[in-house]
Nanobody, 114 residues
Framework: QVQLVESGGGLVQPGGSLTLSCAAS????????MGWYRQAPGKQRELVAG???????NYGDFVKGRFTISRDNFKKMVYLQMNRLKVEDTAVYYC????????WGQGTQVTVSS
């Protein structure tokens, strides 16, 4: 059974930092492309960052050097380091694993507010 479990969300002030983690199980992790997506209330889900099985990385245009995605194939983990957070980064953040099929985690809430 495939499971993706996100953690690390919470409440942070503007300008602050958070690190999200996604623990994967039930998949051959190193073969999967991994990604972080987010969905704010009333908005469509959008790509935050992706990292392929080969380590190629891409970011959503809004990231502008503030976030860093990484993966640990041994631990079956993917991370999203978020710095200089803005109020508009408030959303539920989801982990996604893609190979022939795609799998989603349940999400973790990130709230940026003073």
């Amino acid at each position: 059974q495939v499971q993706l479990v996100e953690s690390g969300g919470g409440l942070v002030q503007p300008g602050g930092s958070l690190t999200l983690s996604c623990a994967a199980s039930g998949i051959f992790f190193s073969s999967f492309n991994m990604g972080w997506y987010r969905q704010a209330p009333g908005k469509q889900r959008e790509l935050v960052a992706g990292i392929t099985s080969g380590g190629l990385i891409n970011y959503g245009d809004f990231v502008k050097g503030r976030f860093t995605i990484s993966r640990d194939n041994f631990k079956k983990m993917v991370y999203l380091q978020m710095n200089r957070l803005k109020v508009e980064d408030t959303a539920v953040y989801y982990c996604k694993a893609t190979y022939s099929n795609s799998y989603w985690g349940q999400g973790t809430q990130v709230t940026v507010s003073s």
